[in-house]
């Protein structure tokens, strides 16, 4: 009796253990479960947390994105209305023609990194024509040969302002206004393609190459202008190579005294012009800048009996060396005297030019431009010593320093 009672106290507390253990583990169970489900939940979070941030960037990229070409198709809509403001004249080249005064900015910095060259880069892509005086009269483009026919392309983007015909100058023509300030025009076209209002972009098809209008062969008539003025196109492109020779060229208009002037400068030959005002003559314009009559006919193309129209440009020198101090005589009311002005302009790499009567100067500033295109291996001193100038006078020329670090395929002014 006393080993089944013993035997059955064993079995018992055997079962009552296992019996604990189960209901311990099934005590423990649902917590288990519970820190499961928190986990995945707390993952989930996570994750969906990710994914938001993610769409909130890329919703943010997006909406930047829209804005700079919301941006880029309003420049293209209204360009450059800082300048022009609501002046979208659909008659004449120059804009402003009749108006007595243009407001000229100090400065103006025109970007033309994205230039096209108009018509296609081959054999027969050669200048026929420069820009300035012929046969007694002023020729304010260039002309570069293509054939009847030949695809003429937009150098930047804008906005086509003029399609029109000329029957004794510039023929079938086209006007576009572009965003960095700059119109360009191109004459003698046998066809067009745009009309006004048109946008277009860099390289798109606006015509095809011809010879209308006043003109003695197929050739392409493009001009760049500024607020109506003529600027020559061969001091903002490397015609040559067909790309600019810096991605911003800077327009100065000249300050005496500290105010506005009736002068402009280009930033690279520092060529100085006149604006005809009221009451202007060849002969006032000549005494106020030191030069003659006769100079004055010649870089112009006129003759000493032709009536200025107001608000016409002249120039009034061949080009020469930056000058912080210019001497001028202003006439006073007797012929017989004059008195010497200083006046002092702003001094600037691409500041108004010296003017001096002086002939061996005169002959100097009459040579044309010279420009280089670095290699691999050029140097400032090595580019100096080829074409007999000096370092200082390159960097002087193209607005840099001797540290300066070369560029392969950068234009550089070297005389």
Known sequence: ???????????TTILVSAVE?????????????????????RVSE????RVGIRKNMELKELATFDEKAMEERESLMFPAEELYGSNW???WVDPFRGTAKVNFPDSFAIDCSSFVYPIAMDSMARITSKYGPRRRRMHRGIDLKVLVGDTIRAAFDGKVRIKNFERRGYGNYVVIRHPNGLETVYGHLSKILVTPNDIVHAGDPIALGGNTGRSTGSHLHFETRFLGQAINPAEIIDFENGVPHQDTYVFHNVKINGRRSNIYTSSSDRL???????????????????????????LNGLKGTTVLRIGQSIRCSAGAATSTKVEKTKPVASANVTKTVKTTVAADAAAVASISQNKNTASQQEETPHYHRVKSGDTLGAIAAKYGTTVSKLCELNGITKTTVLKLGRSLRCS
Not at 21 to 41: G, M, R, Y
Not at 274 to 293: E, F, P, Q, W
């Open 21 to 41: 253990v189960k209901a311990q583990k099934d005590k423990d169970a649902p917590t288990q479960v519970v820190h499961i489900k928190k986990l995945d939940k």
């Open 1 to 11: 009796m006393k080993i089944q009672a013993l035997l059955f106290i064993c079995c």
């Open 272 to 298: 100085v012009y006149h604006r005809v005002k009221s009451g202007d003559t060849l002969g006032k314009i000549a005494r106020m800048y030191g030069t003659t009559v006769n100079e004055l006919c010649r």
């Open 89 to 91: 004249e659909n008659q």
């Open 46 to 49: 996570l994750m969906a947390d």
